[in-house]
Nanobody
Framework: QVQLVESGGGLAQTGGSLRLSCAAS????????MGWFRQAPGKEREFVTR????????YYTSSVKGRFTISRDNAKNTMYLQMNNLKPEDTAVYYC???????????WGQGTQVTVSS
């Protein structure tokens, strides 16, 4: 069965850093592009960043560009999100997800909470 498990969330100060991990199992990790999403209370889930199968192509939403870095280690079946210069508006539950060839995301992790104090 497909399983995605996020970890690394927590409390950070404005300007601080956190590194999230997404451990994947139950499928051939290297065959899929992956993405990170986030959802704040009362708001819609929003796309944050995605990465291609080999890690060679990445895309970021404008609000995190230059601050966040997505990466993956296919040998470890793990994807990462390095978050630097955190802002209060980054506060949300962060989810990793598997991206299908048709661009839809079909499997999701349980989420990890990121809280940034002002």
């Amino acid at each position: 069965q497909v399983q995605l498990v996020e970890s690394g969330g927590g409390l950070a100060q404005t300007g601080g850093s956190l590194r999230l991990s997404c451990a994947a199992s139950g499928f051939t990790f290297s065959s899929y592009a992956m993405g990170w999403f986030r959802q704040a209370p009362g708001k819609e889930r929003e796309f944050v960043t995605r990465i291609s199968r080999s890690g060679g192509l990445t895309y970021y939403t404008s609000s995190v560009k230059g601050r966040f870095t997505i990466s993956r280690d296919n040998a470890k079946n793990t994807m990462y999100l390095q978050m630097n210069n955190l802002k209060p508006e980054d506060t949300a539950v962060y989810y990793c997800a598997r991206r299908r060839d048709d661009s839809e995301y079909d499997y999701w992790g349980q989420g990890t909470q990121v809280t940034v104090s002002s």
